[in-house]
């Protein structure tokens, strides 16, 4: 017998896989469609705890992905920090305050 436990919801897994293979999500954005397709809150609370455990979902990885996006159509720090809370992950002004690696990637992009 295996110590881990089964996925809460198989089909809910399957559906966030298919979003996250697309594009990075924030884990609100991807929180708000999954419970928007029907999956039940505790079950979805508890898929993305385990994809961030594994790794497979990360707030600053998508902050870097967007960041990267939009400095290159031109977008300002301020925008893009509006954009990133809008869409519940991690800020930019966060990740400065915390002068984590992300950061710094951030900062070279938006310096570009």
């Not at 697309?22 to 397709?37: F, T, V, Y």
Request: charged share 35%; proline share 4%.
């Amino acid at each position: 017998m295996s110590s881990r436990e089964p996925d809460p919801d198989p089909r809910a897994r399957n559906s966030a896989m298919r979003l996250l293979a697309r594009r990075e999500h924030s884990r609100a954005e991807l929180r708000g469609k999954l419970i928007g397709r029907g999956f039940e809150n505790d079950s979805v609370e508890e898929l993305l705890q385990g994809l961030e455990d594994q790794d497979l979902l990360s707030d600053e990885r998508f902050a870097i992905s967007l960041i990267a996006s939009r400095a290159e159509t031109g977008y300002g720090p301020n925008r893009i920090d509006l954009e990133l809370r809008n869409r519940g992950a991690v800020s930019y002004t966060h990740l400065r305050a915390h002068e984590t690696d992300s950061y710094l990637v951030c900062r070279l992009l938006l310096e570009k």
